[in-house]
């Protein structure tokens, strides 16, 4: 008979053990990091297929919107300003749908493991997010193609990202709880990504918009992010109040969209802490 | 922290109850909701678990018997916290390590490598650590050679094999063990005995649910007996499973199944 191999130490620091930043960082880490290999293993073209669906998307809409019906003439910028908005639907979008599955999705995990469950929705998000960093190198592109220098306050992008992200995850934790619920809602969320794709500025400029329609739609805290970075990047001459989020709610605009998102994540972990001892038994 | 009643126990289990509502008809969609707003779901309310009290001592083998549905399996989920108990209370001293069900939360899409990766990881263990332990993971469940295949082509024997080797590498003081020996071969039993004798010689704390009323009688210092999720009797191991044979095994109709 063969020795039979056990790890006999007690226990160093229980309460720890499975506690703390450093635990759920590195658990975020490893589901995060088989769900990408999950995510694009299965498709032909692997990898190449995440920056290949935005940018098929992007010719598309580009030959519709920049040459049919004539956008390349309102701004030099125009391919640009699309791709940069694409790239962050295409973001909200895949993190959010695969947000909403997640749990559905790992049920033998829930079922069988003991851990933190938002690792789970929450890893599907950092995968989404880090196909949206290699869609943005390729909107890096665009902009150097475009003979754009960088400058020093592109640095307010960062704080723009973390915005999305949390919006992001906030409308994901609760998709993901109320799946578990509500199984025909996937059918609902994909009406609803569609209207969000034609109801934010993402092809056409924001000032197309009736006055009243604008001060929707900046509410969304997507769409100030998508015009603050389009400012940022794109037309540092043009007045701020012209295309962002100043232009309906005036200098201190941008505290109603952020106020929205950090709503969205508020509920979403509230709602998700409620819910998390009883997901075992109903996923 | 926990507020054990008696410090010298690892698990203290007081009037725990779950029920589980099974809806007559499943309302779970939105258009349910539109089209019936109203009427009221109908629900078969079964009862799991009724009442069950009982603790654990540390360094303990406990075992747990009962027939199929008889709520053994849900008791060692709500130890777990895996699932959350309608009533009563769970106290538990120290770092679990679970053997839940076979396949214990294995992807079947990844390859074995990595689905070490993530349940190690799961159950507390750093990148270093399990880069230390992951050849004596392998080495123990004997699938050195398999170990780039997707899960899926595994055996369920297999599995359970890996899942084994993994509970008892990660750091734990208490080890619950849910069926770990139904599809293993003769040679995973032995070597499995052969870890229990060490862990209880560490000092560590088993639960142990079993089937295979020969090892629980071998190994457990004490056993409980569930019937219809209440307990029926819990202490020496001889005279429980003399009571669970008189009652479920040799009366009437077998329902219970013995390895």
Not at chain 2, 1 to 16: F, K, N, S
Not at chain 2, 102 to 120: K, M
Request: proline residues 4%; aromatic residues 12%.
């Amino acid at each position: 008979m063969s020795e039979a191999r056990v790890n006999l130490a007690i226990a160093e620091h229980p309460e720890e053990r499975r506690r703390g930043a450093s635990y759920l960082l590195r658990i975020l880490g490893v589901t995060a990091a088989a769900d990408y290999k999950l995510k694009y293993s299965g498709s032909l073209l692997g990898y190449v297929w995440s920056v290949a669906k935005p940018l098929l998307l992007f010719t598309m809409l580009y030959f519709v919107y920049g040459h049919i019906f004539k956008l390349d003439k309102v701004s030099a910028y125009y391919p640009t300003s699309l791709l940069m908005g694409l790239v962050c639907f295409y973001f909200f979008a895949d993190a959010t749908m695969l947000g909403m599955y997640s749990l559905v999705m790992k049920e033998s995990m829930l079922r069988k493991l003991i851990f933190p469950r938002v690792v789970i929705p929450i890893s599907t998000v950092v995968t989404a997010a880090i196909t949206f960093m290699i869609n943005l190198l390729v909107v890096g592109v665009f902009v150097a193609a475009a003979d754009i220098t960088p400058r020093l306050d592109w640095l307010y992008l960062l704080p723009l990202l973390v915005e999305l992200l949390a919006f992001v995850v906030g409308v994901s934790l609760i998709l993901a709880t109320l799946f578990v619920r509500l199984r025909d809602l996937s059918q609902i969320w994909e009406l609803v990504v569609q209207l969000f794709m034609f109801g934010s500025p993402i092809m056409y400029p924001v000032g197309y918009l009736p006055e009243w329609a604008r001060k929707i739609v900046f509410l969304n805290p997507f769409t100030q992010v998508l015009q603050d970075a389009r400012a940022l990047v794109l037309y540092p001459d043009v007045p701020r109040n012209k295309i962002t989020v100043d232009q309906v709610f005036g200098p201190y605009g941008r505290l109603a969209p952020i106020g929205v998102a950090l709503a969205v994540l508020l509920v979403g972990l509230l709602f998700f802490r409620r819910e998390e001892p009883w997901l075992a038994e109903r996923v | 922290m926990t507020r054990l009643d008696d410090p010298r126990h690892a698990i203290e289990v007081r009037a725990v109850s779950k029920t589980f509502r099974l809806p007559h008809h499943q309302r779970n969609t939105v258009k349910e909701y539109f089209l019936h707003p109203l009427t009221r779901t109908t629900f078969e309310v079964q009862q799991a678990l009724d009442d069950v009290s009982f603790s654990v001592e540390r360094g303990e083998f406990f075992g747990i018997v009962g027939a199929n549905g008889s709520g053994k399996s849900t008791l060692l989920k709500i130890i777990a916290r895996i699932y959350r108990q309608d009533a009563g209370t769970v106290e538990v001293q120290g770092l679990l390590s679970p053997f839940i069900e076979l396949g214990v939360g294995f992807n079947p899409e990844l390859t074995a490598r990595d689905n070490i990766r993530i349940n190690s990881a799961l159950l507390g263990l750093t990148r270093r650590e399990l880069e230390e332990r992951f050849d004596s993971i392998i080495a123990f469940s004997e699938l050195e050679r398999f170990i780039d295949q997707k899960l899926k082509n595994f055996s369920s024997g297999m599995q359970v094999r890996l899942a084994y080797s993994i509970a008892i590498q990660v750091d734990f003081d208490i080890l619950l063990l849910d069926e770990v020996l139904a599809v293993g071969d003769e040679r995973f039993q032995e070597k499995c005995f052969a870890t229990f004798q060490e862990i209880r010689a560490a000092g560590k704390t088993v639960v142990f649910v079993s089937h295979d009323l020969d090892s629980v009688e071998r190994f457990c210092d004490r056993t409980l007996y569930v019937q219809g999720g209440q307990p029926q009797m819990v202490g020496e191991t001889s005279k429980v499973i003399d009571l669970y044979r008189q009652r479920e095994i040799n009366a009437g109709p077998a329902i219970a199944v013995s390895i």
